[in-house]
């Protein structure tokens, strides 16, 4: 199986596919949505030319009912898409990432682990749940162009360790054994290559999703220092997460494609929720004040209907913090084409920077969940719509592919290392080799 990702790696750049991609998007969302919906006032952009505002306020302390005028967000969901795309196309030219060797299960000093580090057999396992993303990262990686086997070229340092393997490893499972595990790994890596010396880590990832995760770093100084965390517990006031070094990853639950998008005139409800209430205050709070109120479908844990309906035949989703701020309903919403509605205070939304979310969903406060059924049914119809279109130009972000595609979870995630990419390491000599920096 592993021979097969190097097989199968992608022989085109992926950059060849975005018009077929841009043409693909339209397709699946907008020509039927147009056919019904075609007022002037909804401007579809193509993927170009998008405006040039700044990056709008930070999201982590969301401002009251902070709508934007239905003018601004038909802009389309990016910042800037020109600047962003042409800084994408310098990364596929030139981002390299050597994934240590331990990623192929056979450097015998932890071939006993070797589970921990190899891609999973069926990456699409239902059973993988919340760390999917997690599994798919490192798959998409291994098949993609970006994969170098000199790390002398490399910019970035893949640690390949899996929190789930570990986790589901009896040998390790609890949180601080994960902890033990992963600094020992580190260490042994800064003795046996000379790459983490040369940064200190700083040009070295790793990617993690969900819970136990969290801890990971918590026993090596430099790993939680400075190398780059990816993760989808991407909180501001997560102990252990660096903002501004760590990037945010969507956490995606594995599902089929869904190849025809409910319209927006067969979404007849307004919102949908369903969730544990015992995962948070805020959960707690807004199942007392909407549980009863039959306008809306927000649920515990059983309904009438399936989740996946739930998300198919409503216009608002609801992404609720529970223990942490990120679950899969967000990445769930987009791929149902729900307008997400984000509780969740300060959650650094994974790709912020890109996307402009306020373009494409509903921030609300905490302090402001009493107001959700009038926020939620003052938004203008003409509003909705074109939130809809953005959000289906947005789809393609948050989804994964064994063999990456143009602007996927993948390209999306590995941008952000790309901004992170260090300039200066130590220098170093390579037996046999030019003086690298
Ligand atoms: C935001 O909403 C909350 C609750 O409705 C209110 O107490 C607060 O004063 C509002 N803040 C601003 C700046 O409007
Ligand atoms: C481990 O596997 C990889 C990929 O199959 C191969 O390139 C490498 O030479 C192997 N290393 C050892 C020590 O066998
Ligand atoms: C990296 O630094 C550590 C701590 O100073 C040292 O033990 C280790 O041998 C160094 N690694 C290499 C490859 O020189
Ligand atoms: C909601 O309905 C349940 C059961 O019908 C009832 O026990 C509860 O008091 C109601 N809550 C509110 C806030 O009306």
């Known amino acids: 199986m592993r021979n097969s990702h190097h097989r199968s790696r992608h022989p085109v750049s992926p950059l060849l596919h975005l018009p077929i991609l841009s043409a693909a998007a339209f397709t699946l969302c907008f020509i039927l949505f147009l056919r019904r919906y075609s007022t002037p006032l909804i401007k579809v952009e193509s993927l170009s030319p998008l405006h040039h505002t700044p990056p709008p306020n930070p999201l982590a302390f969301p401002r009251n009912s902070s709508l934007e005028s239905p003018a601004a967000v038909s802009t389309g969901p990016y910042h800037d898409w020109e600047l962003f795309q042409a800084d994408y196309n310098d990364m596929i030219r030139n981002l390299k990432i050597?994934?240590?060797?331990?990623?192929?299960?056979?450097?015998?000093?932890?071939?006993?682990?070797?589970?921990?580090?190899?891609?999973?057999g069926d990456p699409l396992d239902a059973k993988l749940?919340?760390?999917?993303?997690?599994?798919?990262f490192k798959l998409a990686l291994l098949n993609s162009d970006l994969i170098t086997f000199?790390?002398?070229?490399?910019?970035?340092f893949f640690l390949p360790f899996s929190i789930n393997a570990l986790r589901n490893d009896r040998r390790v499972r609890s949180e601080e054994a994960i902890a033990e595990f992963v600094a020992r790994y580190v260490g042994d890596v800064s003795r046996e290559f000379r790459f983490w010396n040369a940064s200190g880590g700083a040009d070295h990832f790793f990617v993690c999703c969900h819970s136990v995760g969290r801890e990971a770093v918590s026993r090596h100084y430099e790993l939680h220092n400075n190398a780059i965390q990816v993760t989808c517990s991407s909180?501001?006031?997560?102990?252990?997460?660096?903002?501004?070094?760590?990037?945010?990853?969507?956490?995606?639950?594995?599902?089929?494609?869904?190849?025809?998008?409910?319209?927006?005139?067969?979404r007849r409800r307004l919102v949908f929720f369903a969730g544990r209430k015992q995962n948070s205050d805020l959960r707690r709070l807004l199942m007392t004040l909407f549980r009863n109120d039959s306008d809306l479908d927000i649920f515990e844990t059983t309904s009438a209907f399936s989740y996946e309906e739930g998300f198919r035949r409503s216009k608002y989703c609801?992404?609720?913090?529970?223990?942490?701020?990120?679950?899969?309903?967000?990445?769930d919403a987009i791929h149902y084409g729900c307008i997400p509605v984000v509780l969740s205070n300060y959650y650094d939304l994974p790709f912020a920077n890109i996307v402009d979310w306020n373009k494409f969903s509903v921030i609300i406060n905490h302090n402001q969940v009493g107001d959700l059924k009038k926020i939620l049914s003052s938004i203008p119809e003409e509003m909705y719509l074109i939130m809809y279109s953005n959000l289906c130009l947005v789809r393609r972000h948050f989804r994964w592919h064994h063999v990456p595609e143009a602007f996927d979870a993948f390209y999306m995630t590995a941008y952000q290392l790309w901004l992170k990419r260090n300039s200066q390491r130590v220098h170093y000599i390579i037996p046999n080799e030019d003086i690298v920096t």
Do not use: C
């Open 235 to 266: 909180s501001y006031f997560q102990r252990l997460y660096v903002a501004h070094k760590d990037v945010g990853l969507p956490q995606v639950w594995p599902r089929p494609v869904e190849k025809e998008l409910n319209l927006p005139h067969a």
């Open 318 to 331: 609801l992404h609720v913090k529970g223990y942490e701020v990120n679950t899969a309903r967000l990445s």
């Open 98 to 120: 050597y994934a240590y060797p331990d990623v192929f299960g056979n450097v015998s000093s932890r071939v006993s682990f070797a589970s921990i580090f190899t891609p999973l």
């Open 150 to 156: 000199r790390p002398e070229e490399a910019r970035l």
């Open 129 to 136: 749940g919340n760390y999917y993303s997690e599994h798919m």
